[in-house]
């Protein structure tokens, strides 16, 4: 157990689509960023959140949105989704050591 | 820009045989350097962090080394055991606590 919980687990949605994904911390923990893992590569980093405010965007469209909630939930919104968008997306929490959730699959068909 | 390199790809080792991954970097200007290990369908685990004022970390059997004016990390892993099976990868922190520039990773095997 991570302490880091993210939904769904697996999901498939076809191109053109819209997708949200979840991540809820056990700790509370007031910094979480989002990242995008495809097949057989390393994780790249989408974007960080901090007291609800984004504080930080690595290399991705602005189709891909988010949000951090009062209890430091968060949420990852893409929409008008490509086949390239199929990947393992991963939730951490924290901002010195991470802790990352299990991680959201996304299939676009 | 920061990019990450892991070699080798794969690895695979009977039982008992030290592991030695290899991570290179090209900013030297790199903070922190963090090994994680991911299990097939899991998120990361972190094993270990090296900040930018020392030059090595050691978690029991685990040890992993910084140099940053080579832009090198090593992580060894000693008296390897079939549990060690999965994928390390290296990541690099700069001055965005939190964006980390993460390596392919090393997929590692050990045979029993």
């Known amino acids: 157990e991570t302490g880091v919980t993210q939904s769904p687990t697996h999901l498939i949605k076809t191109r053109g689509q819209q997708v949200t994904l979840r991540c809820s911390s056990q700790s509370g923990h007031n910094t979480v960023s989002w990242y995008q893992q495809a097949l057989g590569q390393g994780p790249q980093f989408i974007f960080q959140?901090?007291?609800?405010?984004?504080?930080g965007r690595g290399n991705f469209p602005p189709r891909f949105s988010g949000l951090q909630f009062p209890n430091y939930s968060s949420e990852l919104n893409v929409n008008a989704l490509e086949l390239d968008d199929s990947a393992l997306y991963l939730c951490?929490?924290?901002?010195?050591?991470?802790?990352f959730g299990a991680g959201s699959r996304l299939t676009v068909l | 820009k920061q990019e990450v390199t892991q070699i080798p790809a794969a690895l695979s080792v009977p039982e008992g045989e030290n592991l030695v991954l290899n991570c290179s970097f090209t900013d030297s200007a790199i903070y922190n350097l963090q090994w994680f290990r991911q299990d097939p369908g899991k998120g990361l685990t972190s094993l270990l962090l090296i900040q930018s004022s020392q030059r090595e970390q050691t978690s029991g059997r685990l040890n992993a080394s910084l140099d940053k004016s080579s832009g090198r990390s090593t992580l060894y892993i000693a008296a390897s055991q079939p549990g060690d099976s999965a994928t390390y990868l290296c990541a690099g922190e700069g001055d965005s606590w939190g964006k980390l520039q993460f390596g392919a990773g090393t997929q590692v095997v050990v045979t029993p």
């Open positions: 951490a929490s924290g901002a010195n050591v991470l802790t």
């Open positions: 959140y901090y007291r609800e405010e984004e504080n």
